[in-house]
T-cell receptor
Framework: GQQLNQSPQSMFIQEGEDVSMNCTSSSIFNTWLWYKQDPGEGPVLLIA?????ELTSNGRLTAQFGITRKDSFLNISASIPSDVGIYFCAGPPYGGATNKLIFGTGTLLAVQP | EAGVAQSPRYKIIEKRQSVAFWCNPI?????LYWYQQILGQGPKLLIQ????????DSQLPKDRFSAERLKGVDSTLKIQPAKLEDSAVYLC??????????????FGPGTRLTVL
């Protein structure tokens, strides 16, 4: 089935560093979503992107909808300890049901104070 | 505003036993989803309800899994009999009705199931 691949798989950084992660697919997506999951909790929506090329920010987070519609990027500036968690990209594949989300493989972020 | 509630938070059972999970979505959210999240993976949709009707259950292992949402609010997910590979976190999510709203799903804390 369709799959979203995220890289890197994990990141271990120092507090204050900037972080970049990406999500790629072999097929087109018409919406990209970025979620964060804290240990023992469900994912929480961070940013939603609806148009190719769109760049959207939410505080220190910035996400971009790739021009090819097959990828998306998430950047976190000046990381802090509470940024620790697993970041998932997700989206409904183009041509599929808009209600059916495919989730990526996740990027684990660890921030050392 | 209260979030999505799930219970229990943790469950340990032996294989071949049965188990049930409960979910109460955000008030006013017509759409409810059950996901399975195996350790180290992203959530995978099992079933989606629109009010009390099933919209998509294509990835639900129907020989052992069942779900219902009788009054269009709360939902239960049951596994009978459980297998070792059912060990996972079962997440419930809800959303408003509509094209973009389907994409913006709010998740509960999940039930962590361990099958021994």
């Amino acid at each position: 089935g369709q799959q979203l691949n995220q890289s890197p798989q994990s990141m271990f950084i120092q507090e204050g560093e900037d972080v970049s992660m990406n999500c790629t697919s072999s097929s087109i997506f018409n919406t990209w979503l970025w979620y964060k999951q804290d240990p023992g909790e469900g994912p929480v929506l961070l940013i939603a992107l609806y148009k190719a090329g769109e760049l959207t920010s939410n505080g220190r987070l910035t996400a971009q909808f790739g021009i090819t519609r097959k990828d998306s990027f998430l950047n976190i500036s000046a990381s802090i300890p509470s940024d620790v968690g697993i970041y998932f990209c997700a989206g409904p594949p183009y041509g599929g049901a808009t209600n059916k989300l495919i989730f990526g493989t996740g990027t684990l972020l660890a921030v050392q104070p | 505003e209260a979030g999505v509630a799930q219970s229990p938070r943790y469950k340990i059972i032996e294989k071949r036993q049965s188990v049930a999970f409960w979910c109460n979505p955000i008030s006013g959210h017509a759409t409810l989803y059950w996901y399975q999240q195996i350790l180290g993976q992203g959530p995978k949709l099992l079933i989606q309800f629109q009010n009390n009707g099933v919209v998509d259950d294509s990835q639900l292992p129907k020989d052992r899994f069942s779900a219902e949402r009788l009054k269009g609010v709360d939902s239960t997910l049951k596994i009978q009999p459980a297998k070792l590979e059912d060990s996972a976190v079962y997440l419930c999510a809800s959303s408003l009705y509509g094209p973009h709203f389907y994409n913006e799903q709010f998740f509960g804390p999940g039930t962590r199931l361990t099958v021994l």
